[in-house]
C-alpha cells in the first residue's frame, strides 16, 4: 500500500538528471520502479523530449502508454515528434479507444492515417468511429470498451462476456442492456450481478431506469448531468438510441477542471491557454491582446478628457477623482458579471427572466451607490476644501454603481447568448467598459453641476 | 430508459404551484414520478419551505431522504428547522454516514444531539466517529459504508458481506482487504472478484498497489489525488494505518464544483458564498467590503494627486493619462495574478524558486511594457499636442507594467503562504494595489521629467 503522493523533489530531478546524463539505467529503472505512472508523467516535464524518450524506453509498454496517455496535449504533441510510425501504433494499441482517438488527433494527418491502418483490429474499427466526432462533445469523450449484454442471457454469459472485454485493463462498473437492435434497455451494476444466482435472466434484474446522453451533448452539459446525478459512467447513444459507447467520471472529472481553468484565463485576461513555465514569447502574446485593449480605452479617455481642459484648467482638483470613479466603475463591474456569470454556468438555475434579474441587481446597486456616494461625500467634505466638488463626486459615484451594474450583468448574457463564454466578460472588458463609462458620468456631471 | 434532464419550464413551475395551493396530490405525485430525485431537488428551490415539506411527504421515505441530501446547506439549514425531531430522524436514518454527518453538523448542537441519540445503532456510532472531523478534511468527506474483507477469506465469503451491506443502497465499487489490526493491506475490484473463482483466497487475488489517503489531508488535496490517479474511490485510514472510512469521487467532484465558484467569488471581489437570487441585503453585503477598499484607494490617490496640484494646473494634460496608467496597471497585474494563482492551484508543478520566476515574471513585463509603451508613445505625438508628455507618459506606463508584473506576481504567493487561498489576491485587491502604485509612478515621472 503507498502513501499520498511521490513527492518531486528538487534533489531528486537532479540526482535523476545526472543518472540521465551518465545513462544510469540501474537508478533510474530503480528509482521509479515504485512510482505511480502518473507520477512519472509529473516528472517528464523537467526533461527533454530524448531524454524523455530514453526513461519511457526503459519501462514496460503499458507504462510507457499511461505515462504518454496522461502527458499534457501541447507537451505531448512535442515529445511524440520523435517517435516512429512503428513505435507509436505500439503505444497507441496498448491505450483504451477514446485516448487513442485523442491522441491520433493531435497527430498530423498523414501520420495518424498511416497508424489507423497497422492498429489492431478491433481498435482500429473503434478509433475511426470516435475520431468522426468533435472533441467537445459526448462522442467525443466516450470511449467505445463496454459490457454489452442481451436481456435474455443469464448472469453467467455477462461474466463470461467480462471476461472477454477484462483483457486490457478497462475499469467496468456496469454491464449495459440492450435488444437485439443495439438499443439501450437498462443496466445491471456489477455490485448486483455478483449478488445475483448465475442463472437468473438478465430481464429479470436489469434497471431501466438509466440516465443515457445523445452523441452530440455537449462535453459540460455531460459533466453537470454525472455531477447532478452522482454517475460513475454514463451510457452515450446515437440518434436511433443504440448504445456507442460510454463515459467514465475520471474523464469529466478532467473537463470540470479544464472548465475552471478556462475560466480562469478569461478572468484574468489571458487569451491562450498559456501556464507560467510556458515560453517567453508564448506569454508575452496571450497578454497582450487585453493589454492593448486596455491601452486603447486609455488613449480614448484620455481625448475624452481633452474635452474638458477649461473645467480641469479651473478647478484642478477635479482630476484627483477620476482614480476614485474609475476603481470604483471596475469593481462593481466585475463583482455584477461575477455574479452573472455564476449562474450561467451553474445550470441548476431557471431563467428568472431578464427584467426580474436586472430589478434586483438595480436594487443592490442603488443601496450600495447610496453608501458608498454618503461615505465619499462626507470624506470629501473633510479632507477637499471646495463646496461643489463633494456633491458632484459623490453624485457621479452614485450614478457609476448603477450604470456598472446594469454593464456588468447585461454584457456576460449577451456574450452567453452569441455563443462565447461568458467568463470573457469577467475580466479586463468589463473593467474597460466601466472605465470609459465611469469617466463619461464624471465628467458630464461636473459640466452639469459645476 | 430516460433521456438527459428533466427542463424546469415556468410553465410547469406555475402549473406546480396551482396544484399546491389546491392541495391537488394526484398531480403532485403524478408529475414528480418519473422523475430524479436530483430535479425534483432544484424543483423546491421554487417553494416555500411549508409547501416542499407538502410535497416531500406525497414521495416515499427513501426519495425524501435523497431530496434533502442534494440540497444546499443553507437552503437545508431553513428547510429542516420546520421539521420535528422524529421526522429528521427518520429521514437521517437513511442516509450513508457520510450525508448523515454532513446533515447533522448543520442542525443546531442540541437537535443534532438529540436526534443521534435516536438514531439506528450502526449509523449511530458510524455518525458519532465522523463528527469528530473538520469538514475540509478526508476524515470530514469520508463515509463509512464500506466492504472490509480479511485476507485470509475466500471469494464467496467476500460475497456474502457484501450481501450484508448491499440492503442500504451504497455502491461499493472495490472490497477492502485489511488484516487482523484493521490495518488497510489492499483491495479487490468487484470486476476481479467476479471473475474469479469462489474458493479462491482474498490473499491470493489482492491488489496491494493501493493509494490510500490520511484523515487529516485536506480535501483539495484528496481531490487532486483522485483525479490525478484516475481513482473512483479511495480508502481512508488514520496514523495506524486503519481502515476507517472511502471517499468516492462523486463527493469529490462536489468539493471540485465548489472550489471553482469560490475561487471565481474570490476573483469577482464578492466575499461572501452569494448567489444572485440570494436576499438584497447578502447582495449588498457580500459586494461592499472590496468596494469600501476600492474607495479608500481613490480616495488616497485623490489626497496624492493633491501634492501635484502646481504641476497639474499647469500642464492640465496631464491628468488625461491617469485612466491609461491606471487601467494597464490593473490588467497587467490582474493577468500576472491570474497566472500565478493557475500554478499554485495546480499542484502537479514543481517550484522553481522565487528568482528564477521573478526573472521570467520581468522578462515578459519588459518585452510587455516595451511593446506597448512605444505603440502609446507613437499616439500621443500624434494626438497631443506636447513635446514632453509623451514621453513622460510611455516612460511611466513601461514602469507600470514592470511593477503591476511584480506586485501581482508576489501577492498571492504570499497570500498563499499566509494560508489564504490565493484566488483572493487576482480580484479588487490586485486592482486597487495596482491603481495606486500606477498613480505613483506616473506623478514622480512628471516630476522628475516635466
Known amino acids: 500500500m503507498e502513501f499520498a503522493e511521490f513527492e518531486l523533489t528538487k534533489e531528486f530531478r537532479d540526482r535523476f538528471q545526472k543518472a540521465l546524463d551518465e545513462r544510469d539505467d540501474a537508478f533510474i529503472y530503480s528509482s521509479l520502479e515504485e512510482v505511480n505512472p502518473a507520477d512519472i508523467t509529473s516528472l517528464l516535464y ?126 467496468f462498473y456496469s454491464v449495459w442492456v440492450v435488444d437485439e437492435h443495439d438499443k439501450l434497455l437498462g443496466r445491471v451494476e456489477l455490485q448486483k450481478l455478483i449478488l445475483t444466482d448465475s442463472k437468473t435472466l438478465v430481464k429479470d434484474i436489469y434497471d431501466d431506469d438509466v440516465t443515457a446522453v445523445e452523441t452530440y ?19 452515450v447513444v446515437n440518434v436511433q438510441g443504440q448504445l456507442v459507447g460510454r463515459i467514465t467520471i475520471d474523464d469529466v472529472v478532467d473537463v470540470i477542471t479544464e472548465q475552471a481553468e478556462e475560466e480562469r484565463q478569461l478572468m484574468s485576461g489571458i487569451t491562450e491557454d498559456v501556464e507560467e513555465d510556458d515560453s517567453l514569447w508564448r506569454n508575452v502574446r496571450a497578454r497582450l491582446p487585453w493589454l492593448l485593449i486596455g491601452i486603447f480605452g486609455g488613449m480614448l479617455s484620455a481625448r475624452f478628457m481633452g474635452f474638458f481642459e477649461q473645467e480641469l484648467a479651473k478647478v484642478t482638483a477635479i482630476a484627483f477623482f477620476v482614480p476614485l470613479i474609475q476603481a470604483t466603475g471596475g469593481n462593481v463591474g466585475i463583482q455584477s458579471s461575477g455574479l452573472v456569470v455564476q449562474s450561467l454556468v451553474n445550470p441548476d438555475y431557471m431563467d428568472e427572466g431578464l427584467w426580474k434579474r436586472l430589478t434586483k441587481v438595480f436594487s443592490v446597486a442603488l443601496l450600495n451607490g447610496l453608501l458608498l456616494s454618503l461615505i465619499v461625500l462626507a470624506s ?71
Do not use: H
Open 46 to 171: 523537467e526533461f527533454t523530449s530524448e531524454e524523455s524518450k530514453y526513461v519511457l524506453n526503459l519501462l514496460s509498454l503499458q507504462v510507457r502508454a499511461r505515462i504518454i496517455k496522461d502527458l499534457d496535449p501541447e507537451t505531448r504533441k512535442n515529445f511524440l515528434s520523435i517517435y516512429s510510425l512503428e513505435e507509436l501504433t505500439e503505444i497507441i494499441n496498448q491505450l483504451d479507444s477514446d485516448d487513442a482517438a485523442d491522441i491520433l488527433n493531435e497527430l498530423p494527418i498523414k501520420t495518424s492515417e498511416e497508424i489507423i491502418a497497422m492498429l489492431d483490429p478491433d481498435l482500429k474499427s473503434q478509433v475511426i468511429d470516435l475520431l468522426r466526432y468533435d472533441e467537445n462533445v459526448a462522442g467525443g469523450l466516450m470511449a467505445k470498451e463496454l459490457i454489452r449484454a442481451r436481456a435474455n442471457w443469464t448472469v453467467v454469459e455477462c461474466i463470461d462476456e467480462i471476461r472477454k472485454q477484462a483483457e486490457n485493463e478497462t475499469k
Open 217 to 235: 451533448m455537449e462535453d459540460r452539459d455531460v459533466a453537470e448531468i454525472m455531477r447532478k446525478y452522482d454517475l460513475e459512467s454514463v451510457p
Open 380 to 450: 470629501t467634505y473633510v479632507f477637499f476644501n471646495n463646496n461643489k466638488l463633494p456633491i458632484i463626486v459623490s453624485f457621479a459615484l452614485f450614478c457609476v454603481v448603477l450604470f456598472s451594474s446594469f454593464v456588468g450583468t447585461i454584457t456576460p448574457i449577451l456574450i452567453n447568448r452569441l455563443g462565447f463564454n461568458p467568463a470573457l466578460a469577467s475580466g479586463p472588458f468589463i473593467t474597460t467598459m466601466s472605465d470609459l463609462l465611469g469617466l463619461t458620468t464624471y465628467f458630464l456631471t461636473v459640466q452639469i453641476l459645476i
